[in-house]
């Protein structure tokens, strides 16, 4: 009994120390000023996330119930809410957040002011797919950088076999298959899927 004792003891001591070594992409951190409570997401990682904020109480009053979305760039602490707490409450609340990976999401269609976003960004990058015929992922990238409005040039190494040897040659890129992606002196040959891409892009933007 002893013994099951102490190894129970010991597994959330481990568990404890896992919980406690383990950070979180973003984090919740509050400022109280009276009556007054702000909540910022705390972003102190090396890339930008997607925060979505639930609150839930019955001690503050807000603007709305609504969730809160927001985009917290790296290394930064950005206000979600403001909330006033009512007279002769405890200032009690509640919370559950998501948090998303922004890169992953370039691909907004029909959204026009994210599409300005990309074409400022990648107006005067230098971008070559390299393609072939019969090839469903060099279609669907092709798709996918039209869709998204990025300005890019096509070459078929089919009729076009000697800028595809030099672009080997010049960038040292190994490839056994396409299509392949050239952003300025970058060159991408793992394309497998939109995420694919669109981390490509992000890299650059």
């Avoid at 707490?85 to 990976?101: A, C, F, H, M, S």
């Avoid at 691909?107 to 599409?115: E, I, T, W």
């Avoid at 050239?182 to 890299?203: F, H």
């Amino acid at each position: 009994m002893k013994y099951i004792t102490t190894c129970i003891i010991f597994l959330l001591f481990i568990s404890n120390s896992f919980a406690q070594n383990k950070q979180p992409e973003v984090s919740i951190k509050e400022k109280k000023i009276g009556k007054r409570l702000e909540l910022y997401a705390v972003n102190m990682k090396d890339k930008s996330y997607k925060v979505t904020l639930n609150v839930y109480t019955q001690d503050y009053k807000r603007a709305s119930d609504a969730p809160i979305v927001k985009k917290i760039p790296p290394h930064t602490a950005i206000k979600m809410i403001t909330m006033i707490q009512i007279d002769d409450t405890p200032g009690i609340y509640n919370y559950d957040i998501v948090i998303g990976e922004i890169g992953y999401e370039i691909a907004l269609k029909g959204n026009k002011k994210f599409d300005k976003k990309i074409n400022a960004a990648l107006k005067n990058k230098n971008i070559t797919l390299y393609t072939k015929p019969n090839c469903a992922l060099c279609s669907d990238t092709k798709y996918f950088l039209k869709r998204n409005r990025v300005l890019f040039k096509e070459r078929s190494v089919i009729s076009d076999s000697l800028s595809l040897k030099k672009m080997i040659t010049n960038y040292d890129a190994h490839t056994s298959y396409l299509p392949i992606l050239k952003i300025q002196d970058s060159v991408y040959s793992n394309i497998k899927s939109d995420r694919d891409i669109a981390v490509a892009l992000s890299n650059h933007m």
